[in-house]
């Protein structure tokens, strides 16, 4: 999947995705496709096909 950059509504969403996760959102790089995101202090990078995954795992009803 290729996720489009649709500028600032995609990355609201991104992060409220982060924030359900328990994560906290950092930024996202629209050539790479990677969410950047912190946990308990550590910063990580997923790509945003992971990300997405995660998220609908643990909202199955979305």
């Given at each position: 999947m290729k996720f489009q950059d649709l500028g600032r509504g995609?990355?609201?969403?991104?992060?409220n995705m982060a924030k359900q996760l328990g994560m906290k959102y950092?930024?996202?790089n629209p050539a790479a496709?990677?969410?950047?995101l912190e946990y308990k202090g550590k910063g990580m990078t997923y790509h945003v096909d992971e990300l997405v995954a995660a998220y609908q795992q643990s909202?199955?009803?979305s």
């Open positions: 995609a990355r609201i969403e991104l992060a950092i930024g996202y496709q990677q969410v950047s909202n199955p009803t």
